[in-house]
């Protein structure tokens, strides 16, 4: 099954379409995280990318490096993995064409069997990476292994009870990455439950409708034109726990 995976990430670079400019470029980057930060505004407001200098911090499933850049940039010390090989690559290009020359640590590696003694970083990040995995349980496992004590790992996974879940059953559009060997979505509870092994779990429900540029046609006409104002128009109190995205903030 892991074969399978890094194969399709191979394949299919998140957010790859995003971008007019040529595959590895500096125009190509910047593209990807104007799009990234677009979509996911929350991210920015609940991850201080500024906040982690001098500390040592991984990313688990870093794609194309595209926030590992923005952890370097605050001073973290940055290590990335990834299945695919492409994507670290990529990464690599990333970090070199912003002048990021020599603060990163970037493999090829599996997140269930981290290539890292124990105790090794101060914070692991994780963001979109649990629900492609095979072993969920072991790859937060392996985390919590390498963190050291009173070390933060940040995970985001996909709500099973949100809004876009039930938008993509309604109007019979498969979700992003729909197609990949392994998709799993998560209820509150579930994910708490996942993350068992840390002494402290902070659970936040984000992302919200934001216009598309992903989707064309009279659907996407209808999903930016009505649907995104709204949802939108409705007090956070009552949709705040339908959010597509789970963020964790969880505590060794």
């Known amino acids: 099954m892991i074969n399978a995976i890094a194969h399709y990430w191979n394949e299919q670079i998140h957010d790859l379409k995003m971008s007019n400019q040529p595959v590895g470029t500096l125009g190509f980057f910047d593209d ?19 906040g982690f200098v001098g500390k040592r911090l991984l990313e688990v499933g870093c794609g194309i490096g595209t926030d590992l850049v923005r952890f370097a940039r605050g001073g973290a010390s940055v290590t990335g993995v990834d299945l695919a090989e492409r994507a670290i690559e990529l990464a690599a290009k990333n970090f070199a064409l912003h002048g990021l020359y020599g603060c990163s640590d970037l493999r090829v590696a599996d997140g269930e069997s981290l290539p890292f003694e124990d105790n090794s970083f101060s914070v692991v990040y994780g963001h979109g990476v649990l629900q492609y995995t095979a072993n969920p349980r072991r790859m937060v496992k392996e985390c919590w292994r390498v963190l050291e004590p009173g070390g933060e790992a940040i995970f985001m996974v996909y709500n ?7 938008l993509s059953l309604v109007m019979g559009v498969d979700l992003e990455h729909a197609d990949a060997p392994v998709l799993q979505k998560y209820s509150l509870h579930e994910f708490r439950t996942l993350l068992g092994d840390f002494a402290k779990i902070q659970v936040i429900p984000e992302r919200f409708p934001v216009r598309s540029r992903l989707h064309r046609g009279v659907k996407g006409t209808l999903y930016n034109g009505l649907f995104v104002g709204a949802f939108n128009a409705i007090p956070r109190l009552f949709v705040r726990r339908f959010g597509w995205h789970l963020m964790a903030f969880c505590l060794k």
């Open 32 to 50: 990807l995280d104007v799009y990234r930060f677009e979509k996911l505004r929350y991210l920015p407001v609940l991850v201080d990318f500024e």
């Open 160 to 166: 099973r009870v949100s809004w876009l879940n039930l």
